[in-house]
């Protein structure tokens, strides 16, 4: 007489939500339009960006060096700030409203594996400190277009922006060495997919 088959150890019983609870935890679903209103503001960007590149190309023979380096620098400060919005899009709702199931996906961004609301808090400010330097460029290139005023204080705006991207990445990797086991298991949870080295690009 054959052994009887083990039965598969049984998933542990969810427990059931209270009312109260549910109702606010379903509350995060309330961000959704917040993320869509920043898509709009993305598009909005888009057409922006395309209608720089526009005037650039069209303008591009009666414009010196100065000015075309200044519209170059318009441009990469639309896609800074368009980076920046994807982050908070797809961070902020894969961080707070919920999972978009992107594992494995060839076009899953590199830094989404490990976010989190600390993670996205550094990159956002290091977005910040870049569109800032932008800034600063474009006033350094052309001084006599803004007053001496409104230079110190791109640069004291500048320097806080430094300042609190440093303050915040201490925090968070003060925060990853207190509670280690925290992180241990959100990586666990979330494995990065390994690409197999025989696999061809």
């Excluded at 993305?42 to 380096?69: G, N, P, R």
């Excluded at 707070?96 to 060839?106: C, K, T, Y």
């Excluded at 899953?108 to 870049?130: C, F, Q, R, T, Y």
């Excluded at 110190?152 to 440093?166: G, M």
Aim: hydrophobic share 50%; with cysteine; glycine share 4%.
């Amino acid at each position: 007489m054959s052994a009887a088959r083990p039965e598969p150890s049984a998933a542990p019983a969810r427990r059931r939500m209270g009312v109260l609870p549910s109702i606010i935890f379903m509350s995060r679903w309330l961000q959704v339009p917040l993320y869509l209103g920043l898509i709009v503001a993305q598009t909005v960007y888009c057409v922006l960006f395309i209608k720089e590149v526009w005037h650039l190309v069209t303008h591009a023979m009666s414009l010196d060096e100065t000015s075309i380096m200044l519209a170059v620098l318009g441009l990469i400060d639309v896609v800074m700030i368009s980076n920046l919005l994807i982050m908070v899009i797809v961070g902020g709702y894969e961080t707070f409203v919920s999972r978009m199931g992107l594992e494995g996906h060839p076009d899953e961004p590199e830094w989404l594996d490990h976010v989190n609301a600390g993670v996205l808090k550094v990159k956002l400010a290091m977005a910040l400190i870049s569109i800032s330097s932008i800034h600063l460029l474009k006033t350094f290139i052309n001084p006599d277009a803004v007053s001496e005023r409104t230079v110190i204080w791109q640069v004291a705006i500048h320097v806080a922006f430094l300042l609190s991207a440093l303050v915040m990445a201490w925090i968070d990797r003060l925060t990853t060495h207190t509670h280690p086991e925290h992180y241990h298991d959100l990586a666990a949870r979330h494995p990065v997919p390994v690409r197999d080295a025989a696999t061809p690009e």
